[in-house]
């Protein structure tokens, strides 16, 4: 069972990994849209449209990512304090209660949201020339998809760390930067970062 659990995490992981690119995507458009603008006097219009829809397409394929990774926004103050069958029984609870009805009616709204846009072959009508709607609004039930299988596997963690009143393993992937972590590795100590500040701030004052 483990092993299908993370593979299921390994999928979500490739794909927020695959649509993180996005954000290379984006960065690069606006930029070149930015310098066309100002500088080439050559705006697009259909520019605007595109930035929308490549934000969105990153955030929305972002989320079986992200709940893979426990990564979501909770109010964990409290949440903190409980056991781990604690924890597991509210999250079963939220799980069941909110989440798979949530999910699959945004999987079955976006379903018809992206059937009615093909076939009426829909164009964004937020600036001229807009580019087509239909493959956009295709994301939304395909990153519903992934985010409910994700969903479906958090639900299987539960019942396991129910059971063996530990939380299992989860995919490894790249975490942020533990600073206490860093400085033990270069050998830095935070009365040295005081001295080096000092330093600086002397160099400054004698130039």
């Known amino acids: 069972m483990q092993k299908v659990l993370l593979f299921v995490d390994k999928i979500s992981t490739w794909v927020g990994q695959a ?55 909770r109010g964990d103050v409290i949440y903190g304090f409980f056991s781990p069958r604690a924890q597991a029984a509210l999250d079963l609870t939220l799980y069941i209660v909110f989440f798979i009805p949530g999910v699959i009616a945004l999987v ?47 639900i299987i963690r539960c019942v396991i760390c129910l059971k063996q009143g530990e939380w299992p393993s989860r995919e490894a992937d790249v975490q942020e930067v533990d600073v206490d972590k ?20 002397q160099q400054e004052r004698n130039k």
């Open 108 to 154: 079955w709204a976006g379903y018809t949201y992206a059937a009615e846009s093909w076939a009426i072959n829909e164009h964004s009508n937020i600036t001229s020339e807009g580019p087509p709607v239909y493959p956009f609004k295709t994301v939304i039930p395909l990153a519903g998809a992934f985010v409910l299988v994700q969903g479906i596997v958090e």
């Open 182 to 201: 860093l400085k033990e590795m270069v050998h830095v100590k935070d009365e040295d970062i005081e001295k080096l500040d000092k330093f600086v701030v």
């Open 19 to 73: 649509f993180s690119w996005f954000i290379v995507a984006l960065t690069l458009h606006i930029s070149w849209e930015v310098y066309s603008r100002y500088v080439l006097d050559h705006p697009r219009a259909w520019a605007f449209d595109a930035m929308i829809m490549m934000y969105g397409t990153l955030f929305m394929m972002a989320g079986a990512y992200t709940l893979a990774k426990n990564g979501h926004v």
